[in-house]
């Protein structure tokens, strides 16, 4: 073995010249403060051939601000300037070296640095060994330490051949594993470990770092290098897949929209066979009304003939009647004065009849506007006039006069003809026909109006079904431009990244814990409900397309959320805010919840709120600011937040529903009262005029009444007797003649008009109508498939004929069809054609968008899915096999070399703690399958792998799902996040700790066990140390290989605690040293003077640490017993 015999230390801190003989086991003590540290850092300098200081004094302090320089210098503290007070100024050199004898060679060498301080500040140092004993100089010629270049001067004449310097620490290092006995690496990490003893936290740390030897890193870049060329494919595939499943929607929109175009083209053709068979009727009622034209002329003149013979004999007789009585002077007398009266009468009747006509017009035109203003006062008076626009209340309130002022009028005008009609006055008429003009055309501007309300209510129908649609479909009632942005928002992202990036809205993203808090949540966030996330990585992308068509669809109502810039601020929610209420699994929607609601308390009275000083109530009451107010119901009608769709949503939404269409049905019920009385004609200025003349000609009726009276009294003088009778005969005469003339002038005039009609049909309707019938049976050949005609449209029109439906009745049905179909195909294409524009612009092709085929895109659906995606998936699945080949080979089989390594360390350390105790305890350690990784780790330890053949397909196989799943996680993704969490994924992964769970089982006399992990943190700090100790000390045997034979075994045996026994009692120390002696390790164990007692007797040397004022040294302790 090679034992520790001497340590040398000049100019460092402290001592300005310090030598140490060092024995077996070593205790070294001093008060606080002595220098018992200064010196461990010293031999650390030399033993682990590292100059940087990290690992000073680090059992005082985990951030010890010792440095090199302050420990060659002398450091005393700060200085007025800035700067420090050094014991040690100027030039010098300053020296440690560790004397080792190798008793199974029988030798000394020396281990050691010199280092040269100059004036400015600077340090040279420079390791070196020296295969001999310490010099008898200790390095000092005439009191002065030996500079670098005399030391080395020094050597070369006193020990040629046995020196060497090192140019750099790793030379050193690489040279003192290999003289202390072919040290593996583990050595150096060990043993600062063992110096700066920290209590034991995690036990996988504590076993991997002090107790096993690292394992070196897995370099997977290779392997990335095939998974990312894997990916790149796969991703590509995936795009390929993200344009057919674009394809197959514009393909089945396309389908849609033919199957609408096939039944517009039914209707087309229904409407126009309606109309031809309706012209096919009307010709073959004109061949009927001609036939009976033909029988109805020749009926005619047979009567004409029989009446003429009638009309001769009546005249014969009336010449007759006449002669006898123009001999008689009391009939001409008579015969005068009844002329005039007849004049009289006859002009009576003329104006009563005008009077009775004009009455009747008046009355007439009175009823109408009566009837019509009345109904606009009770109808428009009732309607619901809060969605009528400014224009639209103005017209309404115009309306309302105007009528209250043609109802008056009306009044005013019945009044005067139910007096005295003469009283009637041109200047009356005319105010009259001005009210009318007024109520007209107010009328006409409210019907605009209503027509425009209507018009927007029906928009806003098709918009709540299609609603109602997407609730029932697991939708939500969103406005339709918000739909709109968010699509083409994703579509647009997923084009230009070229796979789909998923946009959502902030309340489909969370759902409300307790109910009750619903209406007040709702309302609250209001608008802020229908914000828009996307990861993080396409925040500024997404905001450069958002912008646009936000001014593209004139919608405002949404903005971008900045996901990675809340998270970053890491805003908490306060206890007890409505923010707690928000359960969501996505991490930027909780954040921004946490923002929105962390600070706004939830309160169950207004007293609570108020106290809060910004909280809510479930009622919606809200206090903030020093105010209190409630929120507006509207904000919460409809409900929007929750990651499903609630029954009580989609009834809301048909309520909703059902009122609109209640106001649309009661408007359009409104509009076909008011309609007919645009049609409504207001009496005319050349009315009145004419009206001013008949009534002064009715003004002539009393004297007209008088002359009859005077006519009448004139009669009554003469003898009528005979003449009356002679009067009737003539009069009975002239009756019939007239009746015959009537009915031949009747019979003329109705040959007349047969001739006239028959000419008409001849000459006219029928070659016209038979014209028409020529054009449309063309047409219908011409613009139709025969087989369509044959198979299917006429099969259907002929079935409407059959259930008893005419012509006109088809054409009113189908014509309403045709237009439905109409709107429905056009709706749908625009939709393909939306589809289609949106696929050409993102992948920047030249196909036709506005065509009525849907060829282009239907080639391009079929070449990927027959062509170019089959060849990316055998692509893909070689890029696949030869990854996880490598992944096999290579990832895997080191991974289970360094599990399995660390398994047969594990199973050395516990041979080794076998064979001892501790008290009456002992000790093994444990290593077994993470939990957590559980699935990996039967991957990489499955016995599929030492099979020796090609044919690896049972593995992949069994293992596809687990290597899928580890490869998504180990390779870059090409944006900042996303990498940083995979670069962590890949030190996880590719540490094969994780893959273990490990322990120390602590194993009483009685057999009863306790693991470390699970007393770890309830035990004393001597009790934690009591593990750590053991576990070092098995694992400095192990690298020192204590056990081995021969020159195995030949190597060092120093070991170094710096405050380990502090905290451990005397019975503890006690068995800790005998333990160190069993094991055949040198120590040197540093603690308080307090611990003299406890340790002195048991070590075979203790040295006491003194400190004056500028100067410490080392003196051996005498123990009181030893000097008598």
Not at 572 to 586: F, G, K, Q, R, V
Request: proline fraction near 2%; charge should be negative; aromatic fraction near 10%.
């Amino acid at each position: 073995m090679k034992l520790l015999k001497t340590v040398k230390i000049i100019n460092w801190h402290y001592f300005w010249n310090q030598t140490m003989n060092i024995e077996k086991i070593v205790f070294l003590t001093g008060v606080n403060a002595s220098g018992k540290s200064t010196l461990i850092d010293a031999m650390q300098v030399v033993l682990l051939g590292d100059t940087s200081g990290r690992y000073f004094n680090k059992a005082a302090a985990e951030k010890s601000n010792r440095t090199l320089r302050g420990y060659l210098r002398g450091e005393l503290g700060d200085s007025l300037e800035g700067g420090f007070h050094y014991l040690r100024n100027g030039r010098f050199t300053s020296y440690i070296v560790l004397e080792f004898y190798d008793d199974v060679h029988d030798e000394y060498f020396n281990l050691g640095i010199v280092f040269d301080v100059f004036d400015d500040g600077g340090v040279d140092h420079r390791f070196f060994m020296l295969d001999a004993p310490m010099p008898a100089n200790e390095f000092i010629v005439d009191n002065v330490p030996l500079e670098y270049k005399d030391l080395n001067q020094y050597l070369q004449t006193h020990y040629p051949n046995k020196f060497k310097f090192y140019d750099t620490n790793r030379q050193y290092q690489d040279a003192l594993k290999r003289k202390l006995g072919n040290l593996k690496d583990k050595y150096f990490s060990l043993l600062k470990k063992a110096v700066s003893f920290s209590p034991i936290t995690d036990i996988t740390t504590f076993i991997t770092e002090y107790v096993t030897e690292s394992q070196g890193a897995i370099d997977i870049a290779p392997m990335q290098e095939n998974i990312l060329q894997y990916k790149k494919l796969e991703d590509e595939a995936a795009l390929m897949r993200y344009k057919v499943e674009r394809l197959h929607e514009i393909a089945k929109n396309y389908e849609v929209y033919k199957g609408h175009k096939e039944q517009l083209t039914l209707f087309e053709y229904v409407l126009e066979k309606a109309t031809l068979q309706n012209d096919l009727n009307r010709l073959a009622t004109y061949d009927n009304q001609y036939l009976g034209y033909q029988k109805r002329l020749t009926d005619i003149e047979s009567e004409l003939a029989d009446l003429d013979v009638d009309l001769a004999e009546l005249n014969k007789r009336r010449v007759k009647l006449i002669q006898d009585s123009s001999t008689n002077d009391t009939y001409r007398i008579t015969d005068e004065i009844n002329e005039h009266k007849k004049v009289a009468e006859e002009k009576i009747r003329s104006l009563k009849f005008l009077n009775m006509q004009v009455r009747s017009d008046l009355e007439n035109y009175v009823l109408t506007f009566d009837r019509l203003a009345n109904e606009v006062l009770e109808k428009v008076t009732a309607m619901d006039e809060k969605r009528l626009k400014k224009d639209g209340l103005f017209a309404r309130e115009e309306l309302l006069e105007s009528a209250e002022n043609i109802v008056k009028e009306n009044h005013r005008i019945t009044a005067v003809l139910n007096k005295d009609i003469n009283e009637l006055s041109e200047a009356m008429l005319n105010d009259w026909r001005n009210a009318q003009a007024k109520f007209k055309q107010n009328l006409g501007a409210f019907t605009l109006s209503l027509g425009r309300l209507i018009n927007d209510y029906q928009v806003n129908e098709a918009i709540l079904k299609q609603q109602e649609i997407d609730l029932r479909g697991g939708g939500k009632p969103y406005e339709y431009n918000l739909l709109q942005v968010r699509n083409e928002l994703q579509n647009k992202l997923s084009a230009k990244h070229g796979y789909k990036v998923e946009v959502s809205i902030f309340s489909d993203l969370i759902d409300i814990r307790d109910q009750k808090w619903t209406n007040a949540i709702e309302g609250y966030l209001g608008g802020q409900r229908f914000h828009l996330f996307v990861e993080g990585q396409y925040f500024l992308d997404a905001y450069d397309i958002l912008k646009d068509l936000l001014q593209q669809y004139n919608y405002y109502g949404t903005n971008l959320v900045d996901v990675d810039q809340i998270i970053e601020r890491r805003f908490s929610a306060m206890p007890n805010s409505i923010a707690e209420e928000i359960l969501t699994d996505h991490i930027g929607a909780r954040a921004y919840a946490d923002f929105l609601l962390g600070r706004l308390q939830k309160c169950n009275t207004i007293q609570e709120a108020r106290n809060s000083g910004n909280g809510i109530t479930p009622d919606t009451d809200l206090y903030r600011n020093f105010t209190f107010g409630r929120i507006n119901p509207r904000l919460y009608q409809q409900k929007y937040i929750g990651r499903q769709i609630e029954e009580a949503d989609i009834n809301a939404k048909k309520a909703e529903l059902a009122a609109h269409g209640a106001t649309l049905r009661s408007y359009q019920e409104l509009l076909q009262v008011l309609l007919p009385g645009n049609d409504v004609e207001i009496v005319n200025t050349n009315e009145i005029a004419a009206l001013g003349s008949q009534v002064k000609r009715i003004q002539e009726l009393p004297s007209l009444e008088q002359s009859i009276e005077f006519y009448e009294e004139e009669l009554g003088r003469h003898d009528l007797t005979l003449i009356e009778g002679i009067h009737r005969r003539i009069n009975l005469v002239e009756t019939d003649i007239k009746g015959i003339e009537n009915q031949k002038a009747g019979l003329v005039e109705e040959r007349g008009k047969i001739s006239t009609n028959m000419q008409i049909l001849k000459n006219e309707r029928m070659p016209e109508t038979k014209q028409i019938i020529q054009e449309r049976q063309t047409k219908l050949d011409e613009s139709y498939d025969a087989f369509f005609i044959s198979d299917v449209a006429e099969p259907f029109f002929q079935n409407l004929i059959a259930e008893g439906k005419n012509p006109l009745d088809i054409n009113a049905e189908y014509r309403q069809a045709f237009s439905n179909a109409l709107y429905l195909s056009n709706s749908v294409f625009n939709q393909v054609k939306k589809l289609r524009k949106e696929y050409v612009v993102d992948y920047r092709l030249t196909y036709d968008v506005e065509t009525e085929h849907n060829d282009d895109f239907a080639m391009e659906l079929n070449d990927l899915l027959e062509v170019k995606l089959p060849e990316y998936e055998e692509k893909i699945n070689d890029a696949y096999r030869k990854a996880v080949k490598q992944f096999k080979d290579d990832f895997i089989s080191k991974l289970r070399s360094a599990i399995e390594t660390v398994e047969d360390q594990i199973a050395e350390l516990n041979e080794a703690l076998s064979m001892s105790t501790f008290g009456e305890d002992s000790y093994q350690f444990t290593v077994k399958p993470s939990t957590i990784y559980r699935v990996y780790y039967d991957m990489i330890k499955d016995d599929l792998l030492l099979k020796v053949t090609d044919d690896d397909s049972e593995f992949f196989q069994k293992y596809d799902d687990v290597m899928k799943d580890l490869f998504a996680q180990i390779v870059l993704a090409g944006d900042g996040d996303k990498n940083a969490a995979v670069l962590a994924n890949v030190e996880k992964f590719t540490d094969y700790r994780n893959y273990l769970e490990f322990d120390l089982i602590v194993r009483n006399k009685d057999g009863r066990e306790q693991r470390l992990s699970r007393v770890l943190m309830k035990k004393s700090g001597g009790e934690t140390q009591t593990p750590f100790y053991i576990s070092v000390l098995a694992s400095f045997a192990y690298l020192y290989r204590v056990n081995e034979p021969g020159e195995l075994s030949n190597s060092a045996r120093l070991i170094i605690f710096d405050e380990a026994f502090s905290k451990m009692d005397s019975g503890r120390i006690k068995e800790s040293i005998r333990l160190l002696r069993r094991f055949g390790l040198q120590a040197i164990i540093s603690a308080p003077s307090d611990k003299v007692a406890d340790i002195s007797p048991l070590v075979d040397e203790t040295l006491v640490v003194l400190r004056g004022k500028n100067h410490s040294h080392v003196q051996l302790f005498a123990r009181e017993e030893d000097l008598t």
